[in-house]
Structures are given as C-alpha cells and as structure tokens.
C-alpha cells in the first residue's frame, strides 16, 4: 500500500525525477508554456503553483527557496520580477493545462500546460447577501407579529361591543 506516499512516480528513480522536475519547471518560467505528457503535467503544477506563492510573497527567504528548486537566476528573476506581480490577488490557480491529441509515438497522452492570463475578478462573497435574506426575514416577522398584535386587539374590542351590547 502506499499511504503518505505524495506525487507520481513517471517510472524514474528519485534523483532523476527530481533533476527533470526542476529542469521542467525552469523551462516552464522561462517560456510560460510547456508541451509535456499529461501525468507530468500535473506533477509539474504542484512545483510551478509553489513557486509563484512563494514569488508572490517576495522575500529574500522566497527567493533563496525558490532558487534551491529553479537553478537559473534570470528565470528566478523573471518568476519573481514579471510574473508574480501579475497573479498579486489572485488565491490560487495559475496554471491551466490543456489536453492535446495523443503523441504518434507511443500514444501517450499529451497536454499543454501554460500561466493562466486573464486579469482576475473575484466574485462576490455570499455571506452578504444571505444576511440581507436574513434581515428581510426578521423584518417581515416583526411586521407579522405586530399585525398578529393588531388583529388580537382589534378582535378583543369587538368581543367588548359585544358583550356590552347584550
């Protein structure tokens, strides 16, 4: 069984594993595009979505920590320079892959996966109107009791004529 056991192994040894990620995710900043396997795809887009968090945070820890994964300091710069700045409000999701035909060699199937690039609308939170529902709510009660109120007296002075006029 493989409990705790994180990520795919692509039928490599670790240490080579290892080496191709980061010569994938290097070549993945420095052209904002990568045409790979899907399974490779997706093993890259834990390590790329890391490194713009870290990116975005800006530090010079981030730096020093992206460094230990990118090994070129130009794409280092351009990940923390150009391409940070870009996804500052967005919480997640940079990266979008899509699926392309199977590779005529052996039919595995390929993928590209690229930085998403457009601009970011957050929606809005559905905590704001749930509480206006609810103030309606409390409203519509309040006017229901007071009319509950009115139709009590209005019934108790008509059993007053009543009574008075027998």
């Excluded at 979505?49 to 020093?64: F, I, P, Q, Y």
């Excluded at 920590?65 to 996804?87: E, G, N, T």
């Excluded at 601009?119 to 509480?131: G, L, S």
């Amino acid at each position: 069984m493989r409990h705790n056991k994180i990520g795919r192994r692509l039928g490599r040894a670790p240490s080579h594993r290892a080496h191709m990620m980061r010569n994938m995710v290097t070549s993945f900043f420095e052209y904002e595009k990568l045409t790979t396997t899907v399974t490779r795809a997706k093993e890259l887009r834990r390590i790329a979505e890391r490194m713009v968090t870290l990116a975005k945070r800006g530090d010079l820890n981030s730096r020093r920590q992206a460094l230990r994964v990118i090994h070129d300091r130009k794409v280092v710069a351009k990940l923390f320079d150009m391409i940070a700045p870009r996804y500052q409000e967005r919480a997640g999701g940079y990266t979008r892959i899509i699926r392309l035909n199977p590779r005529l060699g052996d039919n595995a199937p390929m993928s590209i996966i690229e930085l998403v690039e457009e601009e970011f609308t957050p929606k809005q939170k559905a905590a704001a109107p749930k509480a206006e529902k609810a103030q309606v709510a409390v409203e519509e009660t309040a006017e229901e009791q007071q009319a509950e109120t009115t139709d009590e007296v209005v019934s108790a002075e008509e059993a007053k004529d009543e009574k008075s006029s027998d």
